[in-house]
Nanobody
Framework: QGQLAEHGGGLVQAGGSLRLSCAAS????????MGWFRQAPEKEREFVAG????????HYIDSVKGRFTISRDNAKNTVYLQMNSLRLEDTAVYYC??????????????????WGQGTQVTVSS
């Protein structure tokens, strides 16, 4: 049974950077597209970024374009989210997810079969 585990969350000042990682186990990692979602208090979970199985194609929501970068290392069964120029509104629990999906449907939570437990990212002023 596949499992995903996020690491790297924490407290950072606005304008700072964090790098999240998500390690996969028990699943054929290179077979799955991977995504990052986030959920702020009293808000719905929203898609942040996605990456195709090979890493060739990526997809971002507009609010993080140019600030966040998703990448993956299939040899290490790990997906990353480099977050720069963090803003207060980036504060949320960040989740990684894996699924048999493609760029056109990456933003949909129901496209994913596996989810991590989440890691808290807090951006302070």
């Amino acid at each position: 049974q596949g499992q995903l585990a996020e690491h790297g969350g924490g407290l950072v000042q606005a304008g700072g950077s964090l790098r999240l990682s998500c390690a996969a186990s028990g699943l054929a990692f290179s077979y799955y597209a991977m995504g990052w979602f986030r959920q702020a208090p009293e808000k719905e979970r929203e898609f942040v970024a996605g990456i195709s199985r090979s890493g060739t194609n990526t997809h971002y929501i507009d609010s993080v374009k140019g600030r966040f970068t998703i990448s993956r290392d299939n040899a290490k069964n790990t997906v990353y989210l480099q977050m720069n120029s963090l803003r207060l509104e980036d504060t949320a629990v960040y989740y990684c997810a894996g699924g048999s999906t493609f760029v056109p449907t990456m933003s949909r939570p129901n496209s994913y079969d596996f989810w991590g437990q989440g890691t808290q990212v807090t951006v302070s002023s």
